[in-house]
């Protein structure tokens, strides 16, 4: 790691904080085209830290949460850096898509090439001047295609230090996720750089708890790994849980959905979770889940195909504790959004 932080061309003293635009490919209307940066450095030198959100354009809620910490005043007094990325996936944001104009997803082609496509290009881009720069790492997601996920964190949990700051965060929830190929998780973590991904949310859409979580969230790993004190950040009371397995369950048939079942709900193994009947139909199909656990995604659209994903269901140990563990932490965020100093009023739902 070298001393001095530089990106794209320009450095970042220590106590210096500043805004940075990467150059990336054009659009072809020749207007410039960056990702832009917001690097905080502090006095002391210290952990690097890089949160990025929107490498899949439409999952804007990340972007709200990057907004929100940045406004914090208790980042005056931290030690070492902050690297905010809040819009990786510049040309899809525009466009209100996941992907890039080539069509490609870009969490699936870490770490990229100079000469590759777009997306490989981007991913490369990504990797020398941000990860590069970067001892930590932790990337913001939402659930895609009308599906919602209850706030969770995907982790490698082999890595101790990965381990640690996955139960700093303090969602409720940890999946220890296989590394998908070609993510930005598995080239990060393939640099030995502890890394998490917080899922929670839905694509195009804005949700108040997801993100008082997740600003919380990054506070609660800061603070464990020493980029703020534990005196400004108060220790979250959520005990995560581990899920031992998560499956989906899919639609017995196709027609519209009707279900009761809520995300963080419980079920258990045969329980009917839902009825799919089409406009006709004088047979509903009954929707029956095979497996035991909690919802932490469903679909929200309840137009659905035969096969279609439509409850994403995680196994525990201890289904009851996670219960107890989801009801302290709705607790624990309606109440206390950022811990100690929100800068802004909490907008209520209209
Ligand atoms: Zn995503």
Not at 149 to 171: D, M, Q, S, Y
Not at 219 to 226: C, D, E, K, Q, T
């Amino acid at each position: 790691m070298p001393k001095e932080i530089k990106i794209a061309g320009n450095q970042v003293a220590s106590g210096q904080r500043r805004s940075i635009n990467i150059p990336v490919a054009r659009l072809y209307t020749h207007t410039e085209m960056t990702i832009p940066v917001h690097v905080l450095r502090g006095k002391k030198d210290g952990p690097r830290l890089f949160v990025c959100a929107a490498i899949h354009g439409d999952e804007i809620v990340g972007v709200e949460i990057i907004r929100r910490l940045l406004k914090l005043k208790i980042l005056q007094r931290l030690r070492g850096t902050l690297i905010a990325v809040p819009v990786v996936n510049v040309y899809g944001f525009i466009n209100n898509t996941r992907y890039l104009p080539d069509r490609r997803d870009l969490n699936r082609f870490f770490p990229g090439s100079q000469k590759g496509s777009l997306t490989s290009r981007l991913a490369n881009i990504f990797m020398e001047e941000i990860v590069a720069n970067s001892t930590h790492g932790i990337d913001l997601h939402a659930g895609s295609h009308h599906r919602v996920n209850l706030p969770h964190i995907r982790a490698c949990l082999n890595n101790p230090e990965t381990k640690k700051v996955a139960f700093a965060f303090g969602a409720p929830v940890i999946l220890n996720a296989d590394l998908r190929d070609g993510s930005l998780r598995q080239a990060v973590e393939e640099k030995d750089i502890p890394m998490l991904l917080y899922e929670a949310g839905e694509a195009l859409r804005f949700d108040e708890f997801v993100v008082r979580a997740g600003v919380k969230g990054i506070l609660a790993v800061m603070r464990s790994i020493g980029m703020l004190t534990s005196r400004t950040i108060r220790k979250s009371r959520i005990q995560p849980m581990v899920a031992s397995a998560t499956s989906w369950v899919r639609a017995p048939g196709s027609g519209i959905l009707r279900t009761q079942i809520s995300l963080g709900g419980k079920i258990t193994a045969n329980q009917k979770i839902g009825e799919i009947a089409d406009p006709f139909d004088e047979h509903e199909t009954a929707v029956i889940s095979p497996v035991s656990g909690i919802v932490i995604g469903r679909m929200n659209l309840p137009l659905v195909h035969k096969g279609d994903a439509l409850f994403h269901v995680a196994g525990f140990e201890d289904s009851v504790a996670v219960s107890e563990s989801l009801d302290d932490f709705k607790e624990e965020i309606g109440e206390s959004p950022t811990a100690t100093s929100l800068q802004e009023p909490i907008h209520q739902p209209i």
